[in-house]
């Protein structure tokens, strides 16, 4: 096969955080791709056999190509039928699928990826739908945040500080309530994040529903993927949603968490358990902790609370040295739902104004579900 060099992509999310996804060039050969990104090219290279569940499809006005790398899914999009073309015998000898799409790319594809808004320009939720889902499960899934809720310019991001506390992106976990679980060791980094919470919030672990012996288990449970983006001087978002079975299961939670120390307590038991978590790979200090609960206009219970965490940067700029940074949890519940919102904020500050906003999409989306009224 001859080398070809295709112009005229764009890629979602960007390689590097913050950084370019248009104009994109491809240079492709039989070894793999470089991707060419920016004004002032930047480079990045990756052979076909590290590209997996690579897709090729195109629709009237699309050619969209699509693979995971190291377990992150990137979208390149072109409006350039020539470039379906050149790439089809690439993608096939690497093993990859080629096909139209009738009407938008997210129903071509079988596998689950979902381009919102029909190629409208932003990078749309990996969903691993089994066959024959049930509504409350989609409905569960979809109750998370997405780019479409976040204005601005955002990027999905690979592993990071979030990672300790969000669940596998949009991998749908359910409970199978016929087998026992495992009450974590003391001294693990969830031991001890419970022995912290249940002291400062003064409930034993007998009778706490969050960490201890109380808590009950969701039907279904499911994270967003880790949002990043420059504003309020840089800040990632992610977002988890559990559904449970009985309206009582939420109604006794809330119970718990609508203590006045409760926003503080859990901000800072995550913190014990990011700090743990990383333990082998970052220098990770916690501090004050406080609570701070979001002003919205939708209906049912929320709270939060933010701790500092000196770790890290994840901004470009800080070149990875460490910083005092703001960790916020939210909590949100109504019906059958309960919803948790991270914030990391690179400074010491949360942005009150993007949690707020954040966390009144989330209450107004759990409280209109379906799931609420069975």
């Known amino acids: 096969m001859i080398a070809e060099r295709?112009?005229?992509w764009r890629v979602r999310p960007?390689?590097?955080?913050?950084?370019?996804?248009?104009?994109?060039?491809?240079?492709?050969?039989e070894k793999g791709i470089t991707q060419l990104a920016g004004i002032d090219p930047v480079a990045w290279q990756v052979p076909w056999s590290l590209l997996h569940h690579v897709r090729l499809v195109r629709s009237?006005?699309?050619?969209?190509?699509?693979?995971?790398?190291?377990?992150?899914?990137?979208?390149?999009?072109?409006?350039?039928?020539?470039n379906y073309d050149a790439l089809i015998p690439f993608v096939l000898a690497a093993g990859g699928r080629v096909g139209r799409a009738r009407q938008r790319l997210g129903a071509w594809l079988g596998a689950g990826l979902v381009v919102v808004g029909s190629f409208a320009g932003y990078f749309g939720t990996v969903l691993h739908t089994a066959p024959g889902l049930s509504p409350i499960a989609l409905a569960t899934k979809h109750a998370n945040i997405s780019f479409a809720d976040l204005a601005g310019s955002w990027t999905a991001t690979g592993p990071s500080l979030l990672s300790a506390l969000a669940s596998t992106p949009n991998k749908l976990y359910v409970t199978d309530f016929s087998t026992t679980t495992t009450i974590?060791?003391?001294?693990?980094?969830?031991?001890?994040?419970?022995?912290?919470?249940?002291?400062?919030?003064?409930?034993?672990?007998?009778r706490d529903r969050v960490f201890g012996q109380a808590g009950q288990s969701p039907l279904y449970q499911v994270g967003s993927p880790i949002f990043t983006s420059d504003v309020d001087g840089g800040v990632q978002v992610a977002s988890e949603v559990q559904y449970y079975p009985r309206l009582a299961n939420v109604s006794r939670d809330t119970s718990e968490i609508a203590s006045h120390r409760f926003g503080s307590c859990f901000a800072a038991a995550n913190g014990v358990i990011m700090k743990g978590l990383?333990?082998?790979?970052?220098?990770?200090?916690?501090?004050?902790?406080?609570?701070?609960?979001?002003?919205?206009?939708?209906?049912?219970?929320?709270?939060?609370?933010?701790?500092?965490?000196?770790a890290p940067s994840f901004v470009p700029a800080d070149m990875g040295i460490t910083t005092t940074q703001s960790l916020g949890v939210y909590v949100m519940t109504s019906g059958h739902y309960e919803v948790t919102l991270y914030v990391l904020s690179a400074g010491r500050r949360q942005p009150s104004s993007l949690a707020s906003t954040l966390v009144n999409t989330l209450l107004a989306r759990i409280s209109s579900s379906p799931g609420r009224v069975l």
Not at 63 to 76: C, R
Not at 282 to 308: E, H, N, Q
């Open 6 to 8: 295709l112009e005229g």
């Open 14 to 29: 960007s390689f590097v955080p913050y950084g370019p996804t248009k104009p994109v060039t491809l240079l492709v050969d």
């Open 60 to 82: 009237a006005f699309t050619t969209a190509l699509i693979a995971t790398v190291d377990g992150q899914l990137f979208l390149w999009r072109s409006s350039k039928r020539a």
């Open 184 to 206: 974590p060791s003391v001294t693990s980094p969830f031991g001890l994040a419970a022995h912290d919470f249940q002291h400062c919030l003064g409930v034993s672990n007998a």
């Open 278 to 310: 990383f333990a082998s790979t970052y220098s990770i200090a916690t501090g004050a902790a406080s609570t701070s609960v979001p002003v919205t206009f939708a209906k049912g219970f929320r709270t939060g609370g933010a701790v500092l965490v000196s």
